[in-house]
């Protein structure tokens, strides 16, 4: 029996086409004779759809046409529910459109990479392939996650990092802070991919240019010192806590001073299609001494593991040439193109990589199913039949705290 993979994709995100060309490649390339494609998009304004023609990328040319001719659906955050059900009911018939077996997410950035989605997932109970909600929260959040990686002893650049209130309250304080780290630097918003938001800035004038534009998109902002001597190597980390192994190295080539979106995702020129992360002009596998690229892969598989990740990831790194140094930039713990491109260079096709990811999914479906979420007593019924009053909580009002 096939397995139906609802392949989730879009969202309210600025990585929304670029998420559609994820989910489009990896549909394409999934084995039809094991797995029932069901497309499922996720609009700019939050709005789910289904229906085949979400499949073709050329149809996205025409939104109002393409949502009009698909069928609009909602999964129920009910635990055990694994329909979708259609948002306008029918008069007669049911209002299931199918049932999902394992979720395929091919979402990018803010909604959708954060744990928002992977929350949304777990109340269903639906096996999805991706990291937990607090390991994509973490992943996504680039201060939180440079926090963990340095106390975990991952070599990070040297920060800063303010809110977007902070800015506007205390800007003097927030411009200390960062220019503390010297220029060269280069600001970023705290939970955005693709690199947008992010620049490159060479003194005062421009730092505040740079931050007045990064608080469009986020409410935390992370400043670091840029690397004048940059080579930027990504390598890619797939399975699980207990088990992971990392890609090949590459090396983007990139156009300025940091890898920008265009570098990513118009790698071919303006008027060639994107292919996502695949048009990124690169170098694979990266020239680099053999001990370095073995650091950058321990490195990477280390870096998954401390974020406590599963599926496929993305981990972006850093190398000063003038000293040798290698940092960790950040991870995407849903990479564009599901980085396929770096796991064929491995020797891992791209329908066997979707294979991986649908077992890693099954895996730590029956994995949690071990674990105690509740306990079979009811505390209600032991306070009846024993006469015992609950305590409130802590510092309640009138909590009587009592001893059971």
């Known amino acids: 029996m096939k397995i139906n993979v609802g392949v989730i994709f879009g969202g309210r995100s600025v990585e929304n086409e670029i998420s559609v060309i994820t989910a489009a ?8 004779e094991k797995y029932n494609i069901i497309p499922i998009y996720i609009s700019k304004e939050g709005h789910w759809y289904t229906g085949d023609k979400l499949r073709n990328t050329d149809n996205y040319r025409d939104m109002k046409s393409l949502l009009g001719s698909v069928e609009e659906v909602y999964l129920r955050p009910i635990y055990g529910d694994n329909k979708l059900y259609k948002v306008r009911k029918p008069l007669f018939g049911s209002d299931v459109v199918t049932t999902i077996d394992v979720i395929l997410p091919c979402l990018h950035g803010t909604s959708g990479e954060d744990g928002s989605f992977q929350g949304l997932v777990e109340m269903t109970g639906i096996p999805y392939a991706s990291p937990n909600p607090l390991a994509s929260a973490n992943g996504m959040d680039k201060i939180t996650m440079k926090m963990i990686l340095k106390e975990s002893g991952i070599p990070v650049v040297d920060y800063a990092w303010f809110s977007d209130k902070e800015w506007l309250s205390e800007r003097e304080k927030a411009i200390a ?4 780290l010297g220029y060269p630097l280069i600001v970023k918003p705290a939970n955005l991919g693709s690199s947008v938001g992010i620049k490159a800035v060479h003194n005062r004038e421009e730092l505040i240019e740079a931050v007045d534009n990064a608080i469009k998109y986020s409410k935390r902002i992370i400043v670091e010192r840029l690397i004048e001597r940059l080579k930027e190597i990504n390598c890619s980390v797939l399975g699980d806590y207990y088990d992971c192994e990392a890609s ?6 990139r156009s300025g001073e940091i890898l920008s979106y ?20 690169r ?7 053999e001990a370095t690229t073995a650091y950058i892969r321990e490195t990477a598989c280390k870096t998954f593991r401390v974020l ?14 003038a000293t040798g140094d290698v940092f960790v930039n950040e991870i995407n713990t849903i990479p564009g193109s599901l980085s396929f491109y770096l796991w064929e260079a491995t020797g891992v096709k791209f329908d066997e990589l979707i294979d991986r990811l649908i077992s890693i999914a099954f895996k730590r479906k029956r994995d949690s199913e071990f674990k105690t979420t509740s306990y079979s007593e009811n505390i209600f019924a032991y306070q009846a039949a024993h006469g015992a009053k609950l305590g409130g909580a802590k510092g309640a009002k009138g909590a009587n705290s009592t001893k059971i």
């Open 177 to 180: 802070d960062a220019e503390a």
């Open 248 to 253: 090949v190295c590459e090396a983007p080539v």
């Open 25 to 32: 490649q990896t549909m394409a390339a999934m084995n039809t």
């Open 308 to 321: 406590a990740c599963d599926g496929v990831s993305r981990i972006d790194f850093m190398i000063d040439e």
């Open 262 to 281: 265009e570098d990513k995702y118009l790698g071919g020129g303006k008027n060639k299609p994107s292919e996502g992360m695949h048009s990124t002009v």
């Open 283 to 289: 170098e694979i596998p990266a020239r680099l001494p």
